[in-house]
């Protein structure tokens, strides 16, 4: 079974609000990422969490604080975003890091900042 | 730094025709892994086939193969028998042995027509 699962599917938020996106996987794999994704372009890699501990920061504005609970669950929490954060997030889980492996992803959350 | 190149922004292919979908890529690692990913307008990006880079046997998924030129730094997406459901953002992507990031082409839009 090859599924990452993301809720919500769809986020309206204010730049005063106070969000989370969910990230689900039980495939047993050790290494979870956080990608955005704008209109038309690939997707740019946020974060990376391997064995629950932060990896990778790729510069992002605290305004995004990722979260690792378990193995099988990664989190994304929103606060005081702006409206160029508006964008499609993507979570994705490969076995190991470094990753021979494939990367999986899941559908993605549509976040809309007003 | 590493680069990998969608050289055709869209294409267009009947149904039941064949199409070939271009990527390059530029690195100096001896050990990496290439990809192609589908991303249907549900968003969801799916893996469509892997090739390892030490491997010189083209690698094949049913309609889907690849034609890897390692020295050229190519690798093409050759679709069979294209259907309405492979109407898609199809994105190359690569990450060496030892880098967990994906660095994905900026995707070719094929449209399928009938």
């Known amino acids: 079974d090859t599924e990452v699962t993301q809720t919500p599917k769809h986020l309206v938020m204010g730049m005063t609000n106070k969000k989370s996106l969910k990230c689900e996987q039980h495939m047993g794999h050790r290494a979870m990422y956080w990608y955005k994704q704008k209109a038309k372009k690939p997707p740019e890699l946020m974060f990376v969490y391997s064995y629950e501990k932060l990896s990778i920061n790729e510069s992002v504005p605290s305004r995004f604080s990722p979260e690792c609970p378990n193995s099988s669950l990664l989190n994304l929490h929103l606060h005081a975003l702006q409206p160029e954060d508006s964008a499609l997030y993507l979570c994705?889980?490969?076995?190991?890091?470094?990753?021979?492996?494939?990367?999986?992803f899941g559908p993605g959350t549509r976040l809309t900042v007003l | 730094a590493q680069t990998v190149t969608q050289s055709q922004p869209e294409m267009s292919v009947q149904e039941a025709e064949t199409v070939t979908l271009s990527c390059t890529y530029d690195t100096s690692e001896s050990d990496y892994y290439l990809f192609w990913y589908k991303q249907p307008p549900s968003r969801q990006m799916i893996l469509v086939i892997r090739q390892e880079a030490y491997k010189q046997q083209n690698a094949t998924e049913n309609r889907f193969s690849v034609n890897f030129q390692k020295a050229a730094k190519s690798f093409s997406l050759k679709i069979s028998d294209s259907q309405l459901g492979d109407a898609a953002m199809y994105f190359c992507?690569?990450?060496?042995?030892?880098?967990?990031?994906?660095?994905f082409g900026t995707g070719t839009r094929l449209q399928v027509t009938l």
């Open positions: 992507a690569y990450h060496t042995g030892t880098a967990s990031k994906l660095t």
């Open positions: 994705a889980s490969s076995q190991t890091l470094p990753s021979t492996d494939t990367q999986y």
